[in-house]
């Protein structure tokens, strides 16, 4: 059974530091492209960062760049991705999901394997 199962959201000041977890199992994720898209209220979901297999590639939503750092451990059994998010802004406020894109499938920036989503709120 796959699972994408994201933690570490919560309530923070504007300023303030947090980690997201994604702990991805039921498929050999360590060959997947990774990634955390976010959607705030009212908004459609937007890609925040992917990495690919081997943690060797990143990409980063133009406006988070420096503020956001993805990585990833790819143990044998559960790949974890990690997003560390620093000098969080009441902009940041959404619900961050993780992603798992399947080898060869989709276009660019597609991805097949979505978590439930964690929010995160920022207060000023």
């Known amino acids: 059974q796959v699972q994408l199962v994201e933690s570490g959201g919560g309530l923070v000041q504007a300023g303030d530091s947090l980690r997201l977890s994604c702990a991805a199992s039921g498929r050999t994720f360590n060959s997947y492209a990774m990634g955390w898209f976010r959607q705030a209220p009212g908004k459609e979901r937007d890609v925040v960062a992917t990495i690919n297999w081997n943690g060797g590639n990143t990409y980063y939503a133009d406006s988070l760049k420096g503020r956001f750092t993805i990585s990833r451990d790819n143990a044998k059994n559960t790949v974890t991705v990690y997003l560390q998010m620093n000098s969080l802004k009441p902009e940041d406020t959404a619900v961050y999901y993780c992603?798992?894109?399947?080898?060869?499938?989709?276009?660019?920036?597609?991805?097949?394997?979505w978590g439930q989503g964690t929010q995160v709120t920022v207060s000023s």
């Open positions: 992603a798992a894109k399947t080898p060869g499938w989709g276009r660019p920036g597609e991805f097949d394997y």
